[in-house]
Protein backbone atom coordinates (compact mmCIF):
# COMPACT_ATOMS: atom_id res chain seq x y z
CA UNK A 1 0.00 0.00 0.00
CA UNK A 2 1.43 3.24 -0.89
CA UNK A 3 1.71 6.20 1.44
CA UNK A 4 -0.72 8.65 1.35
CA UNK A 5 -2.24 11.88 3.43
CA UNK A 6 -5.66 11.63 4.76
CA UNK A 7 -7.44 14.85 6.69
CA UNK A 8 -9.49 14.37 9.54
CA UNK A 9 -11.72 15.72 12.36
CA UNK A 10 -11.60 14.52 16.20
CA UNK A 11 -14.88 15.25 17.48
CA UNK A 12 -14.25 14.20 21.55
CA UNK A 13 -14.82 10.50 21.05
CA UNK A 14 -13.41 9.53 17.20
CA UNK A 15 -11.38 10.54 14.56
CA UNK A 16 -13.73 10.76 11.39
CA UNK A 17 -11.90 11.05 7.62
CA UNK A 18 -12.74 14.02 6.26
CA UNK A 19 -13.52 11.98 2.63
CA UNK A 20 -13.90 8.49 2.78
CA UNK A 21 -10.77 6.33 1.91
CA UNK A 22 -10.64 2.72 1.65
CA UNK A 23 -8.44 1.48 4.44
CA UNK A 24 -7.79 -2.08 4.80
CA UNK A 25 -8.12 -3.61 8.08
CA UNK A 26 -5.06 -3.46 10.38
CA UNK A 27 -3.64 -0.82 8.30
CA UNK A 28 -0.44 1.28 9.91
CA UNK A 29 -1.50 4.84 10.23
CA UNK A 30 0.40 7.99 12.05
CA UNK A 31 -1.52 10.71 13.55
CA UNK A 32 0.05 14.34 13.58
CA UNK A 33 -2.16 16.89 15.54
CA UNK A 34 -1.79 20.51 14.29
CA UNK A 35 -2.31 23.23 16.30
CA UNK A 36 -5.68 25.12 16.61
CA UNK A 37 -6.03 27.49 14.02
CA UNK A 38 -5.49 30.60 16.44
CA UNK A 39 -1.85 29.27 16.33
CA UNK A 40 -1.60 29.80 12.72
CA UNK A 41 -1.31 33.64 12.89
CA UNK A 42 2.06 33.33 15.11
CA UNK A 43 3.16 30.69 13.36
CA UNK A 44 2.24 32.59 9.54
CA UNK A 45 3.93 35.67 11.06
CA UNK A 46 7.38 34.25 12.52
CA UNK A 47 7.88 32.56 9.04
CA UNK A 48 7.10 35.67 7.13
CA UNK A 49 9.93 37.18 9.42
CA UNK A 50 12.16 34.42 8.96
CA UNK A 51 11.54 34.63 5.22
CA UNK A 52 12.17 38.07 4.99
CA UNK A 53 15.70 38.04 6.77
CA UNK A 54 16.81 35.37 4.03
CA UNK A 55 15.46 37.72 1.05
CA UNK A 56 15.53 41.28 2.43
CA UNK A 57 15.50 44.62 0.72
CA UNK A 58 19.54 44.07 0.47
CA UNK A 59 19.30 41.19 -1.33
CA UNK A 60 20.68 40.95 -4.87
CA UNK A 61 18.68 40.42 -7.66
CA UNK A 62 20.05 37.66 -9.72
CA UNK A 63 19.35 37.46 -13.56
CA UNK A 64 19.37 34.44 -15.77
CA UNK A 65 23.05 35.75 -17.04
CA UNK A 66 24.19 34.95 -13.56
CA UNK A 67 23.57 31.34 -13.67
CA UNK A 68 26.08 28.74 -14.65
CA UNK A 69 25.51 26.68 -17.35
Known amino acids: MKTVALSAQYDGKK?????PYPLPE???LVVIVL?????????????????ARAYGD?????TEADLRK
Open 15 to 19: IELDE
Open 26 to 28: NAQ
Open 35 to 51: PPDDERPDWSRLSAEHL
Open 58 to 62: NEPEY
